[in-house]
């Protein structure tokens, strides 16, 4: 068995905002493409045309219809990946010592090579995010995109995970919770950041900051000033002969 170290020395993780994020999926998308062409071996797709297409995804975005206690019923966007945990039971059961936490930074990897395939670490996860490449025959799971983060020929905006880069939404936020000073962890104080399923008492890194309830929001953006009164060249041609169909004006 694996043992997990006393302590790291930090603890890079996500920050994810379920008020923000729209459920896209570009998250689930690109991690796909980053993990396939690049770290460990390719993220495999069984019959991805056919009948009854399945693969291995790191990161998925789940939605759910909630009840409040108070207020109407609100569609939330949740997305989940490994929450890097401080005392994760998936490297704990793992017979190989396949499953580790890096000392340096926190992040649980999977070393591919010593890995048998037995699907202990799976079971052990009560957030289901390892996934059995059916192809390759390991476990995956998501790695913080350590060969983008520690990547120095890639710009310095690009040093963050796949997932967080490519947000459109800016509901993913990428850095160390280990320190307080940091903007994420700096997020969570501000805005009530919370653990996934505390009881289990893994101690996952990630945080999720809760949604707020939409009916109830008082805040509206701003009316966009035009930009011109009158609208000239093909456009105001065109707004001039849309005017002069039936229900134009209307």
Same mark, same amino acid.
């Given at each position: 068995?694996?043992?997990?170290?006393?302590?790291?020395? #930090?603890?890079?993780?996500?920050?994810?905002?379920?008020?923000?994020?729209?459920?896209?999926?570009?998250?689930?998308?690109?991690?796909?493409?980053?993990?396939?062409?690049?770290?460990?071996?390719?993220?495999?797709?069984?019959?991805?045309?056919?009948?009854?297409?399945?693969?291995?995804?790191?990161? #998925?975005?789940?939605?759910?219809?909630?009840?409040?206690?108070?207020?109407?019923?609100?569609?939330?966007?949740?997305?989940?990946?490994?929450?890097?945990?401080?005392?994760?039971?998936?490297?704990?059961?793992?017979?190989?010592?396949?499953?580790?936490? #890096?000392?340096?930074?926190?992040?649980?990897?999977?070393?591919?090579?010593?890995?048998?395939?037995?699907?202990?670490?799976?079971?052990?996860?009560?957030?289901?995010?390892?996934?059995?490449?059916?192809?390759?025959?390991?476990?995956?799971?998501?790695?913080?995109?350590?060969?983008?983060?520690?990547?120095?020929?890639?710009?310095?905006?690009?040093?963050?995970?796949?997932?967080?880069?490519?947000?459109?939404?800016?509901?993913?936020?990428?850095?160390?919770?280990?320190?307080?000073?940091?903007?994420?962890?700096?997020?969570?104080?501000?805005?009530?950041?919370?653990?996934?399923?505390?009881?289990?008492?893994?101690?996952?890194?990630?945080?999720?900051?809760?949604?707020?309830?939409?009916?109830?929001?008082?805040?509206?953006?701003?009316?966009?000033?035009?930009?011109?009164?009158?609208?000239?060249?093909?456009?105001?041609?065109?707004?001039?002969?849309?005017?002069?169909?039936?229900?134009?004006?209307?």
């Amino acid at each position: 068995m694996t043992e997990l170290p006393d302590t790291t020395k #930090r603890k890079l993780g996500l920050v994810i905002d379920l008020d923000t994020c729209v459920g896209c999926h570009a998250c689930v998308i690109s991690c796909k493409g980053w993990n396939t062409e690049n770290y460990g071996a390719p993220l495999s797709d069984q019959s991805p045309y056919g009948a009854d297409p399945s693969g291995t995804f790191l990161n #998925r975005v789940h939605s759910y219809e909630v009840q409040p206690k108070e207020g109407a019923a609100q569609l939330i966007h949740f997305p989940k990946s490994c929450l890097h945990c401080e005392d994760a039971p998936c490297v704990t059961v793992c017979p190989t010592g396949a499953s580790y936490k #890096r000392v340096e930074d926190g992040i649980v990897l999977v070393n591919e090579s010593d890995c048998i395939g037995c699907g202990l670490c799976a079971w052990a996860c009560p957030y289901g995010a390892r996934e059995m490449d059916a192809a390759a025959g390991v476990m995956k799971k998501c790695t913080l995109c350590v060969d983008r983060i520690y990547n120095d020929t890639l710009p310095e905006e690009d040093r963050v995970p796949a997932c967080v880069r490519s947000c459109p939404a800016g509901a993913r936020h990428f850095g160390d919770l280990g320190d307080p000073d940091s903007a994420v962890s700096k997020l969570v104080v501000e805005r009530g950041g919370i653990d996934l399923m505390p009881e289990q008492g893994t101690k996952p890194v990630n945080k999720y900051l809760p949604p707020r309830p939409k009916d109830r929001i008082t805040e509206t953006a701003p009316r966009l000033t035009p930009v011109a009164q009158d609208i000239g060249g093909f456009l105001g041609w065109l707004d001039r002969t849309l005017e002069r169909l039936p229900g134009g004006d209307s």
